[in-house]
């Protein structure tokens, strides 16, 4: 088989050939490669030279390269242009990888190596990054089940390999949902209340799937928006019950895989001698334990409850304005919240979208990133791209080329949901220069023009500062490269670029108007910033109850039984207002059996910790631009990767270590 996935690739800047890769070459090309990666390794083992930093550590890591090229084209695809082939080839492929990847980790004559060379580090003359790398390395393995003996190897390694066949499943499931639904509306009285745009994307949708009318969709953005707007409660209803029944329906039920996932998951934490999984991911976080997760969702979810309460005595009081009942059902919270914002503050969707072009967002986050960090966004049309929707561009400073950016921002069947970054290249610089390869994932409802409302601008913001953590990696080896840190810490770069999109001369330059081309009015900036914390009780009340499900999930060491038990017990414990709804119900928590968060969704809050802290620097200096400190924050958060521990390289910028107050008074939970 003439294979592109084995080629070396002439395209611009060596990116994939997306119009040559075909599902087919993926199992052929990573078998291959998975092959050539054992033998490298078994060179390593056998090596008769003693264990040293070059012949280990750094052998390593370039052991690992060719084969990551071809896994994160695979992994990169089967998330963001997924077909039926595809997910066939991810089921085969992804108990394979995981095996491939476990027995390395499990060699021991490899592990004996290095743990040779970690035990003689101090005699070493070794610099900052090259000792992170191999006490990394080494914890790679130790996590992994290196130190385990025996019949717990192969029982640590058939966990893994059967983790990685239902977290696949898992993933598949929902996204198959939310691409085969389609909520039907034929005639006036259905569209009540729908603002144009959102008509516009269900009627596309519509003539794309050859119905008559408009078709809503399981979409986030569209879902939302349908659920404010909507004027018709029983609609309301029924894409709220299609959003929030994602991974139950009888021929795709995740509730069995969850079962196992949990199983397999203690199993594993206390193969390695943990109490469970919580301890067991934990213990390479910021946090460092369950303990002290709790002890911020406690700071936090008390004064939620509170604020929480008297949003919704306001939603009441607009109920009964309205004629309706003020026993509130969770799919009529948007709407009627979306009524008192606009009795109290006067700030209206259709009033702000026109501002909030998707085109003018995107050069207002490229003006922010040259501002404080010299860079440069030069489109280019002939970059490889394997969906007519993705957009690439150049990346310089002072002229220099540092990598390539890549966006997708619109929702379509075969895409998961949500937003992400990732990486089809990471930064590197050991056995030659390696420039990274970055995309953006959005799932932004396709418009002409796309509007966005300001949460999606701070979603666009956000996942731009993931982007801008992978572009401005500079350190020496892909394995501490740009976002391979904690993930209560991988965080705190995409929550602080929101920051700039609040700006006010960010928004006076960029915030237009699509039809006259005029700037924002600043009595809107001023409404939008006066409405800041409108709602955060609803939105702290979802996240942290989404985050407390997360850890005391992964505490039951004995696994967990009936999953929607599971879930409306810790409810009641929790005192959960039954208006609030689960923000992520367990059968289509993404993030906790598809996505790397498993014992880990508290991190945006703890990221906004360290978030708050980090944009009160430059408030105190009263300059969002200012260059000396814009400078220190490239240097020790956006560029310094997992080179150095990043708890040193927050209080280098910050100058002290974090507290939680001001996370709490910025979202209004505390005055």
Known sequence: MNNPLLQAWSTPHQLPPFDLIRAEHFAPALELLMNEHRQAIESIAHDPAPPSFANTAEALEAATLPLKRVSLVFHNLCNSHSSSELRDAERELAPKLAAHHSAIYLDERLFARLDAVMQQASELELDEEARRLLQRLHRDFTMS??????????????????????????????????????????????????????????????????LEGYAATLARSSVTTFLTHSSRADLRETIWRAWTGRGTQPKRDNRPIIQRIMQLRQRQARLLGYADYADYALTDRMAGAPQAVYQLLEQTWEPAKALFSREKMQLQAMARKLGFSDDIAPWDWRYLAEKVRLEHYALDDAEVKPYFSLENMQAAMF?????LFGLSFEEKEDLPRYHPDVRGWEVRRN???????????????????????????????????????????????KGSPTLLSFDDVRTLFHEFGHGLHGLLSHVRYQRLSGTQVPRDYV?????????????????ERHARHVETGAAIPPALVAKILAAQNFQQGYATVRYCISALLDLQLHQQADGVGDVEAFERDLCRRYGLPPEAGLAHSLPHFNHLFNGGYAAGYYVYLWAEVLEAEAFAVFERKGDAFDAELAGSLLRHVYSAGNARDPQRSFQAFCGRAPAVGPMLRKRGLQD
């Open 367 to 371: 003006d922010v990133a040259g501002r």
């Open 399 to 445: 002229g220099q080329l540092l990598g390539i950016f890549l966006s997708d921002n619109f929702a379509r069947p075969g895409k998961k949901g949500g937003a992400w970054m990732s990486a089809y290249r990471a930064q590197g610089q050991h056995g030659g220069v390696s420039l990274p390869v970055i995309v953006n994932n959005t799932n932004f409802a």
């Open 491 to 507: 965080e705190l770069p995409s929550q602080l670029m929101e920051n700039w999109a609040l700006v006010p001369e960010v928004l």
């Open 145 to 210: 089940g290196a130190c385990l003996q025996g019949e717990a190897r192969q029982a640590f390694a058939d966990c893994v390999s059967e983790l990685a066949t239902l977290s696949a499943s898992f993933g598949q499931n929902v996204l198959a949902d939310e691409a085969e639904y389609a909520l039907q509306l034929r005639d006036e009285s259905e569209l009540a209340g729908l603002p144009e745009t959102l008509r516009e994307t269900m009627a596309e949708t519509a003539r794309q799937r050859g």
